[in-house]
Nanobody
Framework: QVQLVESGGGLVQPGGSLRLSCTYS????????IGWFRQAPGKEREAVSC????????HYVNSVWGRFTISRDNAKNVVYLQMNDLKPEDTAVYYC???????????????????????????WGQGTQVTVSS
């Protein structure tokens, strides 16, 4: 059973930092990708960053470039999103997600997905709230 559990959200002042964690299990991450996404109130969910483990690359959207860093701790099965210089517009619920509609999981299919960097991210964690406010 695939599980994604996010943690680390909270309230922070503008210019502050937070580190989000996504603990994953049941998913062969070495052959796929894992990503961070966010959804602000009244807006659609959007991509933030991902690790493409197949090609050993990382990706960021322009709005977080230079401020956010995605990383992975293989020993702990955790993916982090280090967020620095946070801005009020970063306020959102942050989700981690994986592309589960793959040959490794042939029975899985979901219409709740986002295409990002060549992957169909369609399996989501429960999310963690990040609020940036003074």
């Amino acid at each position: 059973q695939v599980q994604l559990v996010e943690s680390g959200g909270g309230l922070v002042q503008p210019g502050g930092s937070l580190r989000l964690s996504c603990t994953y299990s049941g998913f062969p991450l070495d052959d796929y990708a894992i990503g961070w996404f966010r959804q602000a109130p009244g807006k659609e969910r959007e991509a933030v960053s991902c690790i493409n483990e197949r090609h050993k690359t990382t990706h960021y959207v322009n709005s977080v470039w230079g401020r956010f860093t995605i990383s992975r701790d293989n020993a702990k099965n955790v993916v982090y999103l280090q967020m620095n210089d946070l801005k009020p517009e970063d306020t959102a619920v942050y989700y981690c997600a994986v592309p589960l509609s793959t040959p490794a999981f042939p029975a899985y299919r979901s219409d709740d997905y986002i295409n990002y960097e060549g992957w169909r991210f369609d399996y989501w964690g429960q999310g963690t709230q990040v609020t940036v406010s003074s």
